[in-house]
């Protein structure tokens, strides 16, 4: 356990207009996974000082590659913001080494982890039960879509109870009602927000978010909005050399190399969004 003095981070923060609270109380924690005998999900806690609580909170779900520089960047301005946050690892307690041959062979299957971590922030007295977001990058992403809909909802937690708003960065858009399993529809009645990038290889096409949510049904529709960053890659909000790798789910399922980038302008701009957006849904 450690308090962390936020203005001695290397991170240039946003100004998110809570300036004065002092320190950021972080620590490391375990909880089990939801529906699954005996595996322990591991996190990173991070609670703001000085805020009046109780806080909402948000749930943050790495990519396939692991932990790494975004979920460190956003945590950080969601905590600036007010919010408590608990990045989970995905990978550690099933003893995957990441990448598209050392992640689960479906993203359903991190669900337990997700909706465990739902659990353990709704049971802490710093945090407020009703106001839970969750958001993730890529994997974690079609994680958080999937977290959206009654049917996986259902499944793990009783009728009333669900994440208040999903952020999904880059969760390949194109897989969303053509493969099993997959299915995007009959939501949990929430916000859900897309960031992508025009050039992301995984969709391969700039407009295949926005067409996913003009195929909603008009209720689903209206909770669903899209923000695409024209010339941004896939991992634009990354602060990591860019780097290339292969992958089955990229080029809309066709397979191929890949590649991730950071973007200073989107990257920029989606911190903004991203905090603007979770203020509007989790904070009355």
Not at 99 to 122: H, I, K, T, V
Not at 211 to 216: D, E, F, K
């Amino acid at each position: 356990m450690s308090d962390v003095d936020s203005p001695k981070l290397s991170l240039n923060l946003l100004d998110t207009s809570l300036p004065d609270y002092p320190t950021l109380y972080s620590t490391f924690v375990s909880y089990p996974a939801a529906s699954v005998d005996g595996l322990q999900i591991s996190g990173k806690l991070q609670v703001p000082q000085g805020v009046s609580g109780p806080l909402p909170a948000v749930v943050i779900l790495h990519g396939s590659a692991g932990i790494d520089s975004r979920g460190v960047l956003h945590a950080l301005d969601l905590n600036l913001a007010g919010f408590v946050t608990l990045e989970i690892d995905m990978w550690g307690a099933r003893g995957l080494a990441g990448g598209s041959e050392g992640r689960p062979q479906a993203a359903w299957d991190n669900l337990p982890d997700a909706y465990g971590a739902y659990r353990f922030l709704a049971d802490l007295p710093q945090v407020d039960a009703g106001r839970l977001g969750i958001m993730g990058f890529s994997w974690g992403g079609v994680v958080t879509m999937l977290s959206a809909t009654q049917r996986y909802n259902a499944q793990y937690l009783p009728a009333g109870e669900g994440f208040a708003a999903h952020a999904a960065f880059y969760p390949a858009c194109w897989i969303y009602n053509r493969v099993p399993g997959y299915e995007f529809g009959n939501l949990t009645g929430t916000p859900v927000k897309i960031f992508t990038g025009g050039r992301d290889r995984y969709d391969a096409d700039a407009d295949t978010a926005p067409r996913l949510a003009a195929s909603l049904d008009v209720v689903d529709r209206a909770l669903v909005t899209v923000q695409v960053y024209p010339d941004a890659e896939h991992g634009f909000n990354m602060l990591e050399a860019p780097y290339r790798y292969v992958d089955p789910f990229l080029y809309q399922g066709k397979g191929g190399e890949g590649l991730s980038a950071p973007h200073p302008q989107a990257r920029e701009a989606a911190r903004r969004d991203l905090v603007r957006f979770f203020r509007e849904s989790l904070v009355p």
